[in-house]
């Protein structure tokens, strides 16, 4: 299981092509993979102003790859020995743009999980990018963190679900080597060039692609607020180590843009296999 974002990087058609020639992967949608079809097909950015790699990444997906990227599901309900049925989403079952973290409070959990089957009693979510497992009002929620822009340490981080059991794990890749590898085998090139048959951010403006998100928010659901959005930058009354480590220590001060991840991370290239890891280590 994937839980969406698949293709917005320097190797967009590489990792989708990779994803795709295995068979025993099931892909859920991100709203990064609904960004790149909107911009792939000329239409304006869904989720705010369209970073330049997304201009450019969505200009290299064929058509054919941007059908696929449209037709994903979101959510996707499996079978999971020791589970039961496992809802697979990106943000939450509702929202694939939703933000819930760790000590999200319970309430706002609840919103999210409300129109889930009672038998639905354990959720995989993304989007956030930060690992952690928790109980919410009896459900388990496991959010195996980002295989291609971690929050915290670096590396390509999954989770591993067996028996009952939930193993969160990180694979440690040489970050070097896979900025190498990518660097001589893709040419992005600058903002100034990405005038040539894709749409600039200035035009993105022109369409309306700056409207907010909260434009699209579904009507009775209330605005996340900063704590949600941000999360907490110190362990907080959780005493959970891993808020910490969310962010760089020069961040804690900053705006919430700036606690974004780097936006073009190595670490895919591990799990897809175009970069040998050193090996699978817990979180």
Same mark, same amino acid.
């Given at each position: 299981m994937v839980c969406g974002d698949h293709a917005a990087g320097p190797q967009s058609v590489q990792v989708l092509d990779r994803l795709?020639?295995?068979?025993? /992967? *099931?892909? *859920? &949608? =991100?709203?990064a993979d609904r960004e790149l079809v909107a911009l792939g097909r000329g239409e304006p950015s869904t989720v705010g102003e369209a970073y330049d790699i997304d201009l450019w990444a969505a200009g290299q997906l064929s058509p054919a790859h941007l059908d696929l990227l449209a037709g994903l599901p979101?959510? /996707?309900v499996l079978e999971v020995a020791g589970f039961g049925p496992v809802v697979f989403c990106h943000g939450t079952p509702r929202d694939d743009d939703e933000v819930v973290l760790v000590d999200t409070r319970l309430q706002r959990w609840a919103e999210a999980f409300a129109d889930l089957p009672a038998e639905a009693r354990t959720v995989v979510c993304g989007h956030t990018h930060m690992p952690f497992v928790r109980l919410v009002? &009896? &459900?388990? /929620? /496991?959010n195996p963190g980002s295989i291609g822009m971690p929050y915290g340490r670096p590396g390509g981080?999954?989770?591993?679900?067996?028996?009952?059991? *939930?193993?969160l794990r990180r694979v440690q890749v040489d970050a070097d080597a896979a900025v190498a590898q990518v660097g001589h085998a893709v040419h992005i090139p600058r903002p100034a060039?990405?005038?040539? =048959?894709?749409?600039?951010r200035d035009l993105q403006r022109r369409r309306g692609a700056h409207r907010l998100r909260s434009a699209r928010r579904p009507r009775n659901r209330p605005a996340t607020n900063d704590r949600d959005r941000a999360g907490r930058d110190r362990n907080g009354a959780h005493g959970?180590?891993?808020?910490r480590e969310t962010f760089s220590s020069d961040s804690r001060s900053g705006s919430a843009a700036d606690r974004r991840p780097a936006r073009y991370s190595w670490s895919i290239l591990a799990r897809v296999g175009f970069i040998r890891p050193r090996g699978d280590v817990p979180v």
């Open positions: 795709t020639g295995l068979d025993n /992967v *099931v892909l *859920v &949608r =991100g709203n979101h959510p /996707v009002d &009896r &459900r388990l /929620v /496991v981080h999954w989770a591993l679900l067996t028996g009952g059991d *939930v193993f060039d990405l005038g040539s =048959g894709l749409p600039t959970n180590p891993m808020i």
